[in-house]
Structure formats: structure tokens, C-alpha cells
T-cell receptor
Framework: DAGVTQSPTHLIKTRGQQVTLRCSPKSGHDTVSWYQQALGQGPQFIFQYYEEEERQRGNFPDRFSGHQFPNYSSELNVNALLLGDSALYLC???????????????FGEGSRLTVL | GNSVTQMEGPVTLSEEAFLTINCTYTATGYPSLFWYVQYPGEGLQLLLKATKADDKGSNKGFEATYRKETTSFHLEKGSVQVSDSAVYFCALPYNFNKFYFGSGTKLNVKP
């Protein structure tokens, strides 16, 4: 059973550039959430996708956008990169509430973004 | 609003020592509470959870009891091993699997 997979694992960008991160959820999961984890901090919720729509959003600017595809995979896009966007970006999958919801998130290993 | 506060690290212990990592929460209602663990170079994985007051979650020798009266969910282990070295996060789910995480406590266990 494949778990949550993310790509790329590491990438380096310069300020002002754009980046796309990708995530495939755990088999059987239909909800994907993205988190930003700055060095030495806990993950911060960016947004959540279910049925190809953004369902919830954290306190992140519009430079952060996403997409969910019919196969439940997801992308996170960040435009006009800032130095402060350097972080580990974690994708987490789960089942939507009401469908055998254990309340557990399954995380990928993350994509480490460095902005120079 | 909902929030989680956990003790700052790093915590350094010798093998077989007793571990406590404190976690307190602020929440509307009585949500489930979770501990996640992040080993070096990996994503987070669920360690244990408790779904209601006075529940005790346990896994791999770790335990945590959901204390409504003190709004706490402290993580304990009676005898830590070097392999327990990791970062531990207390977490509070809110509104359909949106989670608030604490800032993390790094545990270093020395042989």
C-alpha cells in the first residue's frame, strides 16, 4: 500500500520565481492538505482540497494556490517567492469527515524549498 | 481560538530515563488530541491519540492521558531508547482534519 508521495524532495529557487510541488495521497484517501513547516517550528496549515475544490484555508497569502485532480493528487503553487517561503512543505492525506474518519493525517516526507 | 502549547526543547536524556513532554491546549468543545512524531529526514507520523476526556492513548511504550480539567495531554515514556530520538508534536484537529500543531519538542537520547 503506497503511502503519501511528494516531489521533488529538494529544490532551490531564487526570489520572485514560482514553484510547483506535487503530492499523491495514500491509496483510498480523498482529501489532501498542505502544511508549511519552517525550521524548528511545527507545521502550519496552508489549505485543504476535497472534490477538486479548496475547502479550508489557513492564514497564507494568495501567492499560495493549489489544485486537486480527479485522481485526488494535488499541487501546491507558490508565486513571487520570498526568502521567508523557505521551508519544508508537507502534504497530508485523509478521508473526509463522515467516511470512517479516524481523524488521522498521513504525511509525506515533504519537499524542502530553499529560496535564495 | 484553538491552540496548542508544548514545552520547548531540546530535551536530552540518557537511555532508560523517564520522559515527559508537556502539552496544553485551548479549544472549543472537546476535540480529539494527538501526538505526532518526526524522525530525522522524514515526515510526521501518528504516535498516539485520545478521542475523549480521561482516555489514554498508547503506542510503542508512550502514553498520554486526555485531562479535561487541566486541558493537558502530556506525553510520557517510562524508559526511552536511542531510537526514540525525534521531534514530537502535540496536535489538535479542528474542522474536518485541519490540525493545529505545537512548535515541537526535540528529544535527544544518549546511550
Amino acid at each position: 500500500d503506497a503511502g503519501v508521495t511528494q516531489s521533488p524532495t529538494h529544490l532551490i529557487k531564487t526570489r520572485g520565481q514560482q514553484v510547483t510541488l506535487r503530492c499523491s495521497p495514500k491509496s483510498g484517501h480523498d482529501t489532501v492538505s498542505w502544511y508549511q513547516q519552517a525550521l524548528g517550528q511545527g507545521p502550519q496549515f496552508i489549505f485543504q482540497y476535497y472534490e477538486e475544490e479548496e475547502r479550508q484555508r489557513g492564514n497564507f497569502p494568495d501567492r499560495f494556490s493549489g489544485h486537486q485532480f480527479p485522481n485526488y493528487s494535488s499541487e501546491l503553487n507558490v508565486n513571487a517567492l520570498l526568502l521567508g517561503d523557505s521551508a519544508l512543505y508537507l502534504c497530508a492525506s485523509s478521508l473526509v469527515a463522515g467516511k470512517t474518519n479516524t481523524g488521522e493525517l498521513f504525511f509525506g516526507e515533504g519537499s524542502r524549498l530553499t529560496v535564495l | 481560538g484553538n491552540s496548542v502549547t508544548q514545552m520547548e526543547g531540546p530535551v536530552t536524556l540518557s537511555e532508560e530515563a523517564f520522559l515527559t513532554i508537556n502539552c496544553t491546549y485551548t479549544a472549543t468543545g472537546y476535540p480529539s488530541l494527538f501526538w505526532y512524531v518526526q524522525y530525522p529526514g522524514e515526515g510526521l507520523q501518528l504516535l498516539l491519540k485520545a478521542t475523549k476526556a480521561d482516555d489514554k492513548g498508547s503506542n510503542k511504550g508512550f502514553e498520554a492521558t486526555y485531562r479535561k480539567e487541566t486541558t493537558s495531554f502530556h506525553l510520557e515514556k517510562g524508559s526511552v531508547q536511542v531510537s526514540d530520538s525525534a521531534v514530537y508534536f502535540c496536535a489538535l484537529p479542528y474542522n474536518f482534519n485541519k490540525f493545529y500543531f505545537g512548535s515541537g519538542t526535540k528529544l535527544n537520547v544518549k546511550p
